[in-house]
């Protein structure tokens, strides 16, 4: 585990140990698939300390599936404080287009369905973690032609 989440987590303890909630430090706002640095490990904090949602689980349901923008995940976690399932937050949190985001929170506050309040959600059963882009090597950079082994019984 990265030093800085290491000590967010130490952070966290104490005031959520007073809420009998210490076990959330290390298994959300330190899990390092989904919390990449201290910063986002502090917003996760902030989930928790807040007095809702009274089911700390839709903080980690924001984590898991709001992994595009960490706006939009700070919407998510603000959505979910407002009373409103974590759910339908992660739905319009996953909506792409901060307008038809904002549309989405202000439907589902009225009671409205996240599926039914945006078209643009990002359908995703569940958590993927976003792929690690892979160095090019020299070789692939070549055309077939070009490749050493092409030219192998050459040599």
Request: aromatic share 6%; proline share 5%; net charge negative.
């Amino acid at each position: 585990m990265p030093h800085e989440l290491v000590e967010a987590c130490l952070v966290c303890v104490a005031p959520m140990e007073r809420k009998h909630l210490g076990w959330a430090c290390s298994q959300y706002c330190a899990h390092h698939t989904i919390i990449n640095d201290k910063e986002q490990s502090m917003d996760c904090v902030e989930c928790l300390a807040a007095d809702l949602p009274t089911d700390k689980w839709y903080c980690h349901v924001c984590m898991e599936q709001v992994i595009h923008s960490m706006d939009a995940r700070r919407q998510c976690y603000a959505c979910t404080q407002s009373g409103t399932d974590g759910y339908e937050c992660a739905t319009c949190g996953k909506v792409g287009n901060m307008e038809e985001r904002a549309k989405c929170f202000e439907c589902i506050k009225g009671g409205g369905k996240a599926t039914e309040c945006s078209k643009d959600y990002v359908k995703m059963p569940g958590y993927t973690k976003p792929p690690k882009t892979k160095a090019a090597t020299p070789e692939a950079k070549l055309t077939s032609a070009e490749h050493p082994a092409a030219h192998a019984d050459t040599l």
